[in-house]
């Protein structure tokens, strides 16, 4: 731009100096030196001004192109469209708001026709529009839509004026799209309230500050009449107007106010919700009344608050703990019944907070029952604990259902909880009865086999050899190892059944404990006199030690379960050791040990213990068995076959006397390096008296030491009746022999001078005790010794309070009947 303005000036420069020149010529011979100066100077002063002149076009012409641009600009990026039009509608010009309202470029939008771009129903509109144009010079306008590239239509309003030569016109068009929607959507919005005010049931009315009904909807115009309108409110409802109580127009209308009741009756006896509304209505306060019949809600509503009170009264009148939950596996439910049980609250259970009270060994398994179930919508039963208000963990049996609506919809869940505590205790206590039973089957069968070889064997000893010994050829050695044979058969088999029936008796509760002084000593040194043969033919070194004073030998205690328990456990250690040494003894304990005395049911008496033990270089027991050998028949049940003898019965009938005489037992063992046995016993002193008590060896009693006697002898087994015959045939000057009681008193009764009676217990009529007790009415003096197979621990106490002197065991032992001979009628006697 400054360029060519230089360029301009400088030609006018040179057309000017030019003609100055030939001036010059012209005029320069006339004029003086004088003029001549004056004349540069003038020219000089107006060459300046023209300068400046020209500086100033300069200027003004930049501006002038400065203000055509922005010009351009507004002119292009105005938000109208800017058209220049022919009277034909050619566009000669137009801005990019123009082209862009037109969907086309710019440059190829020239030439074209306006009218190509209009819709149909706006092609006559825009012709009458250029018509105007261009018939007048006046302004002109319309609406009309165009299409746009995607058949859209976009609604524009123009503005047009013709110009000054007449052949053109200059449109404005600007976008009123978004009016047009307006109006339109206000137009379907008001056309739509109408349809509602018109047809909404019982609807609305509008009515002025003093009561007066402007608009009835046409719900309540069916139900008032034609005359609704005009009348007062209160004038079209029933019973007057006794409902208007209720109504705002007493305090006047509050613009923008919303207040809502229920009115019963007002309309044919129906329930309407009315909502009252401050508002202008034609320039002047109003209020908008709505009624909502609600008659059929309120109905159902109170129907279903009567099933609700029905559901809960169910549900809290049954034992049954229920639940509820929705779909979002949160339980929004809890009856009485489990706010019972659990002592919380129903704000503490809702949600997940019951779960809180299942036992966490529990807890895993019930949420994952749980979630399987609810993601299937299947049943469920589960079995856990929950926490009791008690503090207690009970028993719970949940039955859960899925919940559906009257449309089959999902709605969660449903659960009866039952409390089975006391189910599972039962099932406990049965399961462990039958594992009993079931082990105690096993043990016993195979006791039961055990006991068949165990008697078998003896059994076969004695009649195999009791078979050889017919033989006539047999030298007098051969005759003797026989005979010993069949007596140490004999003594285990005796031993085999004594336990027998001490552990049935034991079991049955039978088993009674009789309580007297013992002399602890003397019952060590008798069983380590007893079993020393037996040791030492095995090569096993037996020793005891008695760490008891003199003054506690002397205790209170039952003398023949002490001695049966001592001796089980060393008759174990010899079975158990192949090779080293058994000790065995007894000691005062330095603790106390709560117990019970032997005999009471008094339980916690602190009382200072004896401590015994059995100690054997055998072959020891499994960790994992030393608790099961004092079992019944356990024997019968071990691993280790070897071969021994025995019921398996000796410690568990030691444990049952132990216990029963106030103490307890154990074993300390280590496989392969022999056990020690213990066992304790209340320790009752007794001051240690001495007697003149005979002692008997277990020697032969010289026949010539007891006087010959008259003997009757009561037993009904012939072949007994014969041994004992045989037995004291040496000892009789005479023997009478009878077969039940009865015939024992009578002969008692016939011959007073009889000696001696051995009485069997257990006899036909009349038993060997009521049959001593009918003696001893009559004959004070005559001995009585009872005979009985029984051989149980308290039977010579019962024989002693019938009356009898003494008692002997069966099978009767030749030695034991020599002491007892030599006892009561030795010579030294008489």
Not at 187 to 207: A, H, W, Y
Not at 509 to 518: A, D, H, Q, T
Not at 596 to 613: A, C, N
Not at 738 to 749: P, S
Request: hydrophobic share 35%; net charge negative; glycine share 8%.
């Amino acid at each position: 731009m400054k360029k060519s303005s230089q360029s301009e000036s400088a030609t006018l420069r040179q057309q000017a100096e030019e003609l100055l020149s030939k001036q010059v010529e012209k005029s320069i011979g006339k004029l003086s030196e004088a003029e001549i100066y004056k004349m540069l100077h003038e020219i000089q002063v107006h060459q300046i001004e023209l300068e400046l002149q020209n500086k100033e076009l300069i200027l003004a012409k930049e501006q002038a192109t400065t203000a055509f641009q922005k010009y351009i600009e507004l002119y292009d990026f105005a938000p109208s469209g800017y058209y220049t039009l022919t009277g034909k509608g050619e566009i000669l010009q137009l801005n990019l708001s123009g082209a862009k309202m037109l969907g086309k470029d710019r440059s190829q939008l020239k030439n074209w026709l306006f009218h190509l771009f209009v819709t149909d129903d706006s092609k006559q509109i825009f012709r009458l529009f250029l018509e105007k144009v261009f018939s007048g010079n006046v302004k002109e306008s319309c609406e009309l839509a165009l299409l746009t590239s995607e058949n859209l239509q976009q609604y524009i309003y123009l503005s047009g004026i013709l110009s000054d030569n007449g052949d053109q016109c200059y449109v404005t068009a600007t976008d009123v799209t978004e009016r047009k929607q307006s109006e339109s959507d206000l137009r379907t919005s008001n056309e739509l309230n109408e349809t509602l005010l018109q047809t909404i049931p019982f609807g609305m009315n509008i009515v002025d500050e003093k009561g007066n009904v402007l608009f009835v909807s046409e719900g309540l115009q069916q139900h008032f009449g034609a005359g609704a309108l005009g009348k007062k409110c209160w004038e079209l409802y029933r019973d007057n107007h006794l409902q208007c109580d209720y109504c705002p127009l007493h305090g006047g209308i509050k613009i923008g106010l919303t207040e809502t009741y229920e009115s019963h009756g007002i309309l044919n006896g129906r329930i309407f919700e009315v909502s009252h509304t401050g508002m202008i209505y034609n320039g002047q306060k109003a209020m908008l009344e709505i009624f909502i019949d609600v008659t059929e809600r309120k109905q159902a509503e109170f129907k279903l608050h009567e099933k609700e009170v029905q559901f809960r009264n169910l549900a809290n009148s049954g034992p049954a703990l229920i639940w509820t939950s929705g779909t979002d596996k949160l339980c929004n439910y809890f009856n009485e019944g489990w706010m019972a049980f659990t002592g919380h609250t129903l704000e503490q259970e809702l949600g997940n907070g019951w779960a809180e009270g299942v036992h966490p060994d529990d807890f895993d398994q019930c949420l994952a029952t749980y979630i399987a179930a609810f993601d299937r919508q299947e049943p469920f039963e589960m079995e856990y604990r929950l926490h009791h208000v008690s503090g207690e963990y009970r028993w719970i049996l949940d039955l859960g259902t899925p919940n559906y609506n009257s449309t089959g919809e999902f709605m969660g869940y449903i659960g009866n909880c039952f409390d089975i505590t006391e189910r599972k205790l039962v099932e406990q206590e049965l399961k462990t009865a039958k594992e009993h039973a079931e082990e105690s089957d096993r043990l016993k069968s195979a006791f039961l086999a055990n006991m068949s070889h165990e008697i078998r064997t003896p059994m076969n000893g004695i009649l195999g050899f009791a078979e050889l010994l017919k033989e006539p050829d047999l030298s007098g050695a051969q005759q003797q190892e026989y005979i010993r044979i069949i007596e140490k058969s004999g003594s285990r088999m005796l031993s085999i059944i004594n336990d027998i029936v001490d552990i049935s008796k034991i079991e049955s509760g039978l088993m009674k404990i009789n309580i007297g002084e013992v002399n602890v000593n003397e019952q060590i040194e008798f069983i380590y006199s007893f079993f020393k043969p037996e040791a030492e033919n095995k090569g096993i070194i037996l020793s005891f030690k008695n760490n008891l004073h003199s003054a506690e030998t002397q205790i209170t205690t039952d003398r023949e379960k002490l001695y049966s328990i001592l001796t089980n456990l060393v008759k174990n250690a010899i079975k158990y050791t192949k090779a080293g040494s058994i000790e065995f003894g007894v000691s005062a304990s330095s603790t106390t040990g709560s117990v019970s005395e032997p005999g009471s049911t008094e339980q916690g008496r602190s009382v200072e213990l004896l401590k015994f033990f059995v100690k054997d270089t055998g072959i020891g027991i499994s960790n994992n068995r030393q608790d099961a050998i004092f079992e019944r028949f356990i024997q019968a049940d071990i691993a280790d076959k070897m071969a021994r003898q025995g019921a398996g019965l000796g410690l568990a009938i030691s444990r049952a006397y132990v216990q029963m005489l106030g103490g307890k037992i154990w074993v300390e063992s280590e496989e392969g390096k022999g056990s020690t046995f213990y066992f304790t016993l209340p320790f009752h002193a007794k001051q240690n008296e001495k007697k003149d008590s005979q002692k008997f060896a277990f020697t032969d009693v010289q026949v010539d030491q007891v006087r010959k006697l008259k003997i009757l002898i009561a037993e009904d087994d012939e072949s007994s009746n014969q041994l004992i015959s045989i037995g004291v045939q040496k000892f009789a000057k005479e023997i009478i022999n009878v077969k039940t009681g009865t015939e024992a008193v009578e002969a008692c009764r016939k011959h007073s001078d009889i000696d001696l009676v051995l009485m069997d217990i257990q006899m036909p009529e009349m038993d060997g005790y009521k049959a001593t007790q009918q003696i001893r009415q009559f004959n004070t003096d005559v001995v009585i010794i009872a005979q009985t197979a029984f051989a149980l621990s308290g039977d010579k106490e019962k024989t002693l309070e019938a009356g009898c002197n003494d008692y002997i065991s069966k099978p009767i032992r030749k030695d034991e009947l020599m002491q007892l001979m030599q006892k009561y009628f030795s010579n030294m006697k008489e």
